[in-house]
């Protein structure tokens, strides 16, 4: 047989049609599972593994296209039936339908990937709207005043300067949390660029004599390491408002920015009395986070709000204090949750364009009326007002995290550590977004970042045991679980390990403490635990104790993966209407 004898042999017998017929039935298969992978949350493995076995599929395919007929009587051998008797003609036939009908709905799911694709960039446009070349980190500004008495005041400068930079959509600032970290530490401003990823660094002083504040500021170029712009200024200090906009203004400026009139707005000035007790309230909190701490800068707080009954920063803040102070027992479930709301509402009233009172009311809107849509929405409009508010984005992520769109939360969630890439409290919840989508080798990268950023840290080395743990890697969570420093959740964690361990003397000893410890702050902790043991009528128990208590923890419980075996039975979907959460 020649060459072209072959090639009339191989169209006789369909194989060109048959090949063609598989690529395209195999190009739809993809297709249809790349649709629907994050829509029956399948792993990311199974589609790579759909594909080899295709292509390992294709060369016996053609064999068989070559080597077999079929026949009115069945598939035969093609070397057994007399070319008089072939049906090869109405079986090619056949596959040009089939191609033409499959090429059509590839098309249709060519469109559908597209759409899907745009959307999914719209959706993403908080994540991926940044831009590194026009970054910039504000360290806090040195106290140069003789007696060291300006250090609030100090911090507080660099941190307006920080927060009116928020305001230009065009630059990438760095939060507080990663810019501050380097306070009074001895390390060179390259080093600073490269760990925080930006291409411009803003440093400044403060010394204060006789009423007279005397701020330089200047800005550095961080890949030539020069300094492209300085200035100073030496002003009153009842004057401090309007130097705020002035650097903020001129660093954007300097910056080579395309800022329109108002971009940056102005600040709704305080009495100068009233900023300084702001300050230090702020200082005190952000720096002293317990139960005395909290209660040192609510007096502050409240004295800086008893001189200007309006300045909302302060409202904000105090809203936040009280919500931490509901966490810490202080006061209770009620009492915080009318405070905050009357906080939010009248600070919404002085000034509605501040974006952190958006964020926080996307905050209550979650813990107090179980309405996570609304939350999201409260989230997308500080963003709007403020693209890169880091309170505002950890609420959109949190938003999406809830409401299952995994991909939405990480996307945004890279965004809050690009833009506090020093925040371990930021890797924490990255590692537990991966975490509730079972994508454990992600979450436990960022939870062992986490702790190398902050190593006493409460609730980490649960999350990092339960990371384990799932992996199956029992010994491993075993001694992880150890270095938690709250023990209700080490007992709680502690508890399913053993029991995983085959150690129910120590599981029970575990479990019965966790119960007589926690039973009213951790019920849907307790119920986690039970769920894992496989106790259904003691996690149905424990969870409704959780509903009575407001545990905060029950937004989490339809994503939960220690309750995966429950989800799709009716009792359970039964309790989760029951919550009446609004996504």
């Known amino acids: 047989m020649n060459l072209n ?6 169209r006789r017998r369909n194989v060109f049609k048959g090949t063609v017929s598989y690529l395209v039935f195999s190009w739809v298969l993809l297709q249809v599972i790349a649709i629907l992978t994050p829509i029956i949350d399948a792993p990311a493995w199974f589609g ?5 076995i295709l292509i390992v599929l294709l060369p016996v395919w053609v064999c068989i296209s070559w080597f077999f007929e079929i026949t009115a009587d069945g598939i035969k ?3 057994n039936v007399p070319k008089e008797k072939s049906l090869s003609h109405k079986t090619g036939r056949k596959l040009n339908t089939f191609i033409i009908a499959f090429l059509a709905l590839a098309i249709i799911l060519l469109f559908v990937d597209r759409f899907r694709l745009r959307a999914e960039k719209n959706e993403n446009t908080i994540a991926i709207n940044t831009t590194p070349e026009k970054s910039i980190a504000v360290l806090p500004f040195s106290d140069m005043s003789p007696n060291k008495q300006q250090r609030y005041f100090a911090d507080g400068l660099a941190e307006e300067v920080l927060n009116s930079l928020v305001k230009i959509n065009e630059l990438q600032v760095t939060s507080r949390t990663s810019a501050f970290s380097f306070k009074d530490k001895a390390i060179g401003l390259h080093e600073i660029a490269k760990v925080l990823q930006v291409g411009y660094i803003l440093e400044g002083s403060v010394r204060s004599q006789d009423s007279i504040l005397r701020i330089s500021v200047n800005l550095v170029e961080t890949q030539s390491d020069n300094s492209i712009w300085s200035q100073t200024w030496e002003k009153k200090l009842k004057n401090i408002f309007k130097i705020q906009n002035e650097i903020a203004e001129a660093v954007a400026e300097n910056l080579q920015l395309r800022i329109i009139d108002n971009i940056i707005p102005k600040v709704k000035e305080s009495k100068t009395d009233a900023y300084a007790l702001f300050l230090e309230g702020r200082y005190i909190f952000q720096n002293n986070y317990n139960e005395a701490g909290l209660l040192q800068s609510e007096k502050l707080l409240k004295q800086s709000l008893a001189i200007d009954s309006t300045y909302v920063p302060a409202l904000i803040m105090l809203g936040n204090l009280y919500q931490s102070q ?78 299952g769109r995994v991909k939405d939360a990480i996307a945004i969630h890279k965004k809050v550590l690009a833009l506090d890439p020093l925040n371990a409290s930021n890797y924490y919840s990255m590692a537990n977004t991966y975490y509730m989508a079972k994508m454990y080798k992600e979450a436990e990268k960022n939870i062992q970042e986490s702790i190398r950023l902050s190593p006493n840290q409460n609730v980490t080395y649960s999350l990092y045991a339960l990371i384990l743990m799932k992996q199956k890697r029992y010994n491993e969570a075993l001694e992880i679980i150890k270095k938690e420093p709250l023990e209700g959740f080490r007992l709680h964690v502690a508890t399913i390990i053993y029991h995983f361990l085959g150690d129910e003397e120590k599981s029970n000893a575990a479990l019965n403490k966790l119960i007589d410890e926690y039973a009213l702050s951790w019920g849907y902790q307790i119920a986690a635990t039970f769920a894992s043991l496989e106790n259904e009528e003691k996690m149905y128990y424990w969870l409704e104790q959780a509903r009575i208590n407001n545990d905060l923890g029950l ?5 939960e993966p220690m309750f995966e075996p429950y989800r799709n039975k009716p009792r359970f979907k039964a309790f989760i209407e029951k919550l009446d959460y609004k996504y």
């Open 5 to 10: 004898e072959f090639f009339n042999e191989l």
């Open 48 to 52: 790579k593994m759909i594909l080899i």
């Open 77 to 79: 051998k093609t070397k």
């Open 326 to 403: 509901n966490n810490f027992g202080i006061i209770n479930f009620n009492e915080a949750k009318n405070i905050t709301y009357q906080l939010a509402e009248k600070a919404q009233k002085a000034d509605s364009t501040y974006a952190e009172t958006y964020a926080f009311k996307s905050l209550l809107a979650l813990i107090y009326e179980n309405d996570i849509g609304k939350s999201g929405k409260l989230a997308d409009k500080a963003l709007h007002l403020e693209p890169n508010n880091a309170s505002a984005l950890h609420r959109a992520s949190e938003a999406a995290h809830l409401q």
């Open 555 to 559: 937004m989490e419980l339809p994503l």
